[in-house]
Nanobody
Framework: QVQLVESGGGLVQAGESLRLSCVAS????????MGWFRQAPGKEREFVAA????????YYSDAVKGRFTISRDNAKNTVYLQIDSLKPEDTAAYYC?????????????????WGQGTRVTVSS
């Protein structure tokens, strides 16, 4: 079992930046492909980004490519999501996720573990 705890969300204005963090405990984060999902009110949860165990490969949804950057520090058991040029459409609860399978499977929305979420609200 691995536990995931997100932080870093908040209320920001359009065009500003945020960095979200996800800390893994119970098992080393290096054992998992890691990713981020988001869910806006009334909408389905959607894939945002993922990063492989050694950080050599990243994946992004078309909606966030070019503005979001995923990274990880396995020594700190932490995964980050740097969000730049925030738009009101980015408003959502952001969830950290982990998979025991190949990292690319996170694009299909089937993680093995979820965090509790951290809320990002972007005002125009």
């Amino acid at each position: 079992q691995v536990q995931l705890v997100e932080s870093g969300g908040g209320l920001v204005q359009a065009g500003e930046s945020l960095r979200l963090s996800c800390v893994a405990s119970g098992r080393p984060s290096s054992a998992y492909g890691m990713g981020w999902f988001r869910q806006a009110p009334g909408k389905e949860r959607e894939f945002v980004a993922a990063i492989s165990r050694g950080a050599g490969t990243t994946y992004y949804s078309d909606a966030v490519k070019g503005r979001f950057t995923i990274s990880r520090d396995n020594a700190k058991n932490t995964v980050y999501l740097q969000i730049d040029s925030l738009k009101p459409e980015d408003t959502a609860a952001y969830y950290c996720a982990a998979t025991q399978r190949t990292t690319g499977t996170l694009e299909r929305g089937l993680p093995d573990y979820w965090g509790q979420g951290t809320r990002v609200t972007v005002s125009s």
